[in-house]
C-alpha cells in the first residue's frame, strides 16, 4: 500500500501563505495542485518532492512547524514550491469530524489541541445535493453547531445517566469558543461574498486560520467545516471539486460558527455536544449492559482508514443501539482480517463475526455520547445466548411501522451526528426476483415495493450478495438496512436473517451482507421490471437551489436581478421560498454611501445571514418531502416531525 502522505497543520499553512509575497501567491493561485505532477517519494518518516530544479522535504507524519518543511530555494519558506507542496497536505474536513474507532482503553479525556482522527461509518456526512442540512424552523443555520469541548459537558453526562440523548444536552460556549466562531464567520461571510471562484490563498488563508483557532478552542465540528471550505479555492478549477458539496461545507461553517456566537448579534439556539461534534472522544462508564448482537459492517473511507463494525442492542430500559468497532489506519484487507479476529472488548474471545450472531454480558462499560462502546482494563464481559430475531425480545425492533423507521432515519441522517442505529431500520421483506447493477427487488410487509442496492460503486461484495438473494425469488428476508434519504424505495442492508438459504450452521441464518459470501445459487435470476420510480419530489425548489449555488461559486454579483423567479416560486405555492430568495438578492445588491457620496459594498453579515436562511429553509423542505416520498413508497402513514 502506497504510504499516506504527511498531514501539515492548518494554522502553520496560514502563517505560510500569509508571509509569501503577493507575486508568489499569484502563482499559487494560477496553478494550486501542481505540486500533483512532482515527484513524491517517502523513506520511512522523511518525504521528499522533486520539483526538477529544487527539493522539498518533509519531516514527520503531521508537520506543525516551520523547521519540518523546507526547501532546496533560496526563496524558502517563502516559495512557491514549498507552498504548493504545502498546500496539497492541507487536512481535510474528515480529519477534524471523527475519530477512529476506540481500541482496548478508552479515551476518558479530551487532551487540548490533539488532532482527530478519520471518520468512521456512523456519522453520516450530507449526503445530498442540496446545499446543506435542514434545521429545525426558526434557526438561521442547519442542524448542529455552537459548544464546549465534547465529552467535556457535566449536562451531557447527566443526560447520559438520565436515559435521555446526550448529543442533544446543553454544552458551555467560553469565550475562546466565541472567538473562534467569530473569526470562521468572518472568513466564511467573506468566502460567500467573493465566491469560491475569485478566493485564492489569501482567502485560503484566513479558513485556515479559522480552522487551528477552532481545533485550539476544541470545537472539532467547526474546525472540520473550515478545513473542508479551505479546499474549495484550490481544487476549483479541477475535477476532485463538486459545487453541492462546497455549498454544504459552506453551510455547515455559516450555521455553526453562528450558533456559537458568530456574526451580527441576536438570538440563537443553545449549544449542545452535537453542536460541538466529536473530536477525540470521551468515554464515560454506563454500568453494565446485556448486548444483542444484531450484525457486522465493513468500514472504508476514502482517507485511509478501514475496519469493521458490530451492530448490537440493548433492551433494559427500552431498545437502545450500541457499536463495537475496530477501524484503524489500513486498506480494505484489514476488514477482512478484522472480522475474524477477537474484539478488544472485556478480554471477550469473541470475534465480530461471532458476536454479530450471539450475545453478550458487560460489566463496567465505557461509552461515548454518540453510542460507541469501548472496553478498558476495568471492563469484563462474557458470552452469552443470543436471540433470534423472529422471537422476543428482539422481534419487538420489527414491530414499528417502516414509514416511521424511515422518517426518524432520514432525519438522523440529516444532522451532523447522530447516535448509532438512529439512521437503521427493522424491515420485513420478500424477494420478488430481477436483478441490476447489483441491486435486488423485494417487497415489504406492506406489499411495496423496494431496492436492496449496495453503498457505491466499490461495496462489490455486498452487490454479489445481493444478485444471490435477487436469484431466490419468494425468498422472505429480515433486514437491518439503512435508507438513501434521496432515493425513495432505496435501502442500503446491513444484514438479512434469511432461514430460507442454505448457510453454514455457525451463521444461524443471518448474513452481514458486506463481509460475508454467499454460497453461488447455480440459476438464472428471472427477469423481472424494477419497480418505477416515485414522481419527483422537486416542486420548484431546484430553481432555488441553483442560486444559491451559483452565488457559492461566483459570489455576490452572481445574485439574479427581477423578480421572475420570486413570481415563479409563489405560482409553486412556496411563499417562503420567494421571501427567502428576496433576502439574499436584496442583501447581495446592497450599496451604501460613504460620506463623500461614494457607493460601496457594506460588510457581507447581512448577505451571508440571508443566504444561510435560505439554505436551512431548503435542506428542511428537501427532507420533508423525502419524508413524503418515502412514505408514499413503504405505503405508510406520514407523521411529521417535530
Not at 467573493?194 to 474546525?223: D, H, K, Y
Not at 460613504?594 to 427532507?623: I, K, Q
Request: aromatic share 4%; net charge neutral.
Amino acid at each position: 500500500m502506497t504510504a499516506e502522505r504527511p498531514r501539515i497543520d492548518p494554522g502553520l499553512l496560514a502563517e505560510l501563505l500569509e508571509a509569501a509575497p503577493g507575486r508568489v501567491r499569484r502563482k499559487l493561485d494560477a496553478a494550486p495542485r501542481a505540486a500533483e505532477e512532482w515527484d513524491w517519494s517517502s523513506d520511512g518518516p522523511v518525504w521528499t518532492v522533486g520539483t526538477g530544479s529544487e527539493t522539498v522535504t518533509l519531516i514527520g507524519p503531521r508537520i506543525t512547524e516551520a523547521s519540518q518543511a523546507v526547501c532546496t530555494c533560496l526563496l524558502a519558506p517563502r516559495c512557491l514550491h514549498l507552498l504548493s507542496v504545502a498546500g496539497l497536505l492541507a487536512p481535510t474536513g474528515d480529519d477534524d469530524a471523527d475519530g477512529p474507532e476506540p481500541g482496548p482503553e478508552p479515551e476518558r479525556s479530551e487532551p487540548p489541541g490533539e488532532p482527530a482522527g478519520d471518520r468512521a461509518a456512523g456519522a453520516v456526512p450530507p449526503r445530498d445535493g442540496e446545499p446543506g442540512p435542514p434545521a429545525p424552523a426558526g434557526r438561521p443555520g442547519g442542524a448542529g453547531g455552537p459548544a464546549a469541548p465534547a465529552g467535556r459537558s457535566g449536562a451531557a453526562e447527566t443526560a447520559r445517566a438520565s436515559g435521555d440523548d446526550p448529543l442533544t444536552a446543553p454544552a458551555a460556549v467560553d469565550g475562546d469558543a466565541r472567538a473562534a466562531a467569530a473569526l470562521a464567520w468572518a472568513a466564511g461571510a467573506r468566502t460567500l461574498a467573493a465566491g469560491v471562484r475569485a478566493a485564492g490563498s489569501s482567502q485560503r488563508s484566513e479558513l485556515l486560520r479559522a480552522a487551528a483557532t477552532a481545533r485550539a478552542a476544541r470545537l472539532p465540528r467547526l474546525a472540520a467545516a473550515c478545513t473542508a471550505v479551505a479546499a474549495g479555492p484550490r481544487d476549483h478549477a479541477t475535477p476532485a471539486f463538486a459545487l453541492a458539496e462546497y455549498t454544504a461545507a459552506l453551510t455547515g461553517l455559516l450555521d455553526t460558527s453562528w450558533r456559537l456566537g458568530g456574526g451580527p448579534e441576536g438570538p440563537r439556539p443553545a449549544p449542545t455536544l452535537a453542536d460541538v461534534g466529536i473530536g477525540r472522544r470521551s468515554y464515560t462508564e454506563v454500568g453494565s449492559l446485556r448486548l444483542y448482537g444484531l450484525g457486522c459492517e465493513r468500514v472504508v473511507t476514502a482517507s485511509g482508514y478501514a475496519g469493521v463494525v458490530t451492530h448490537a442492542v440493548s433492551l433494559a430500559g427500552g431498545a437502545r443501539l450500541w457499536r463495537i468497532g475496530d477501524v484503524a489506519p489500513g486498506g480494505p484487507d484489514r476488514a477482512a482480517a478484522v472480522y475474524g479476529a477477537g474484539i478488544a472488548f472485556g478480554r471477550s474471545a469473541l470475534s465480530h463475526r461471532d458476536l454479530g450472531r450471539s450475545g453478550m454480558v458487560a460489566q463496567r462499560v465505557a461509552a461515548s455520547a454518540d453510542g460507541r462502546l469501548s472496553g478498558g482494563s476495568a471492563t469484563t464481559a462474557a458470552v452469552s445466548a443470543g436471540c433470534a430475531w423472529d422471537e422476543e425480545p428482539l422481534a419487538g425492533l420489527w414491530g414499528r411501522p417502516l414509514a416511521d423507521q424511515v422518517a426518524a432515519a432520514v432525519a438522523a441522517q440529516a444532522a451532523p451526528v447522530h447516535r448509532t442505529g438512529d439512521d437503521l431500520v427493522f424491515a420485513d421483506l420478500t424477494v420478488t426476483g430481477e436483478a441490476e447493477g447489483g441491486t435486488a427487488v423485494v417487497e415489504a410487509a406492506t406489499g411495496a415495493p423496494l431496492v436492496l442496492g449496495p453503498d457505491g460503486a466499490q461495496d462489490l461484495l455486498r452487490a454479489r450478495n445481493l444478485l444471490r438473494l435477487a436469484a431466490e425469488p419468494g425468498l422472505a428476508l429480515r433486514a437491518v438496512a439503512r435508507p438513501v434519504p434521496e432515493r425513495p424505495g432505496f435501502l442500503v442492508p446491513v444484514a438479512v436473517h434469511a432461514p430460507g438459504l442454505p448457510l453454514p450452521a455457525a451463521w444461524k441464518g443471518r448474513v452481514n451482507l458486506s463481509l460475508d459470501t454467499l454460497p453461488s445459487a447455480g440459476s438464472a435470476v428471472p427477469s423481472r421490471p424494477r419497480p418505477t420510480e416515485p414522481p419527483g419530489v422537486d416542486p420548484g425548489l431546484g430553481a432555488l437551489t441553483r442560486v444559491l449555488a451559483r452565488i457559492a461559486e461566483a459570489g455576490r454579483e452572481a445574485a439574479p436581478d427581477g423578480s421572475a423567479l420570486p413570481a415563479r416560486l409563489r405560482g409553486h405555492h412556496l411563499p417562503t421560498a420567494a421571501d427567502v430568495l428576496g433576502e439574499v438578492v436584496g442583501a447581495a445588491r446592497e450599496r451604501r454611501r460613504t460620506a463623500t457620496g461614494e457607493s460601496v459594498v457594506p460588510p457581507p453579515d447581512r448577505l451571508a445571514r440571508a443566504w444561510l436562511a435560505a439554505t436551512t429553509y431548503l435542506g428542511a423542505a428537501h427532507r420533508h418531502l423525502r419524508v413524503l416520498a418515502w412514505a408514499e413508497r413503504v405505503g405508510g402513514p406520514h407523521r411529521p416531525a417535530a
